[in-house]
T-cell receptor, first 109, second 113 residues
Framework: DAMVIQNPRYQVTQFGKPVTLSCSQTLNHNVMYWYQQKSSQAPKLLFHYYDKDFNNEADTPDNFQSRRPNTSFCFLDIRSPGLGDAAMYLC????????FGPGTRLTVL | AQKVTQAQTEISVVEKEDVTLDCVYETRDTTYYLFWYKQPPSGELVFLIRRNSFDEQNEISGRYSWNFQKSTSSFNFTITASQVVDSAVYFCALETSGSRLTFGEGTQLTVNP
């Protein structure tokens, strides 16, 4: 059974057109994360939530926002995607280890 | 600051060979956790192992084994009798206070038939 679900798996957007990626979890974990992974690179932490407590990484661009309306759901909003934002976006939850979702691959045209 | 170094960018072996993936970490924290994740071509990150900083016992799980040496800040991963299905990118990661996980750059392992 899927524990961390990401929708959609593939997302295509146009340059500058806002896009939202979604993540849900069935594990009831307090902590949720968003990572960005570009081709042939390590995942890079964008932000994480401890319950509703939001923690932004210092180098996360302002273009990226997140919402967590409840324990189960978390959203990543990219307000004006640029070509450099094309990447795999990974959601994860945590208790004793990180449980990753399958990722959403974002293409920006 | 935390840092994880995986010096081997790519490794290529022939099936049934043993292969060791190196991982060296830096942290000033005395309590931390080390991880290995596997990322096959499908893209999902698959958890392999978690080890806390107070447990230096080596671990074996089937064909996988891990060697944790605090004295050299290393947490190396060995696959014995490699198989084609082991082909993937392997990431070593370090978790310190505040639940932040820092990944190494990954090692692309290719196992050829």
């Amino acid at each position: 059974d899927a524990m961390v679900i990401q929708n959609p798996r593939y997302q295509v957007t146009q340059f500058g057109k806002p896009v939202t990626l979604s993540c849900s979890q069935t594990l009831n974990h307090n902590v949720m994360y968003w990572y960005q992974q570009k081709s042939s690179q390590a995942p890079k932490l964008l932000f994480h939530y401890y319950d509703k407590d939001f923690n932004n990484e210092a180098d996360t661009p302002d273009n990226f926002q997140s919402r967590r309306p409840n324990t189960s759901f978390c959203f990543l909003d990219i307000r004006s995607p640029g070509l450099g934002d094309a990447a795999m976006y990974l959601c994860a939850t945590s208790r004793d280890k990180l449980y990753f979702g399958p990722g959403t691959r974002l293409t920006v045209l | 600051a935390q840092k994880v170094t995986q010096a081997q960018t790519e490794i290529s072996v022939v099936e049934k060979e043993d292969v060791t993936l190196d991982c060296v970490y830096e942290t000033r924290d005395t309590t931390y956790y080390l991880f290995w994740y596997k990322q096959p071509p499908s893209g999902e990150l698959v958890f392999l192992i978690r080890r806390n900083s107070f447990d230096e016992q080596n671990e074996i799980s089937g064909r996988y084994s891990w060697n944790f040496q605090k004295s050299t800040s290393s947490f190396n991963f060995t696959i014995t009798a490699s198989q084609v299905v082991d082909s993937a990118v392997y990431f070593c990661a370090l978790e310190t206070s505040g639940s932040r996980l820092t990944f190494g750059e990954g090692t692309q392992l290719t196992v050829n038939p």
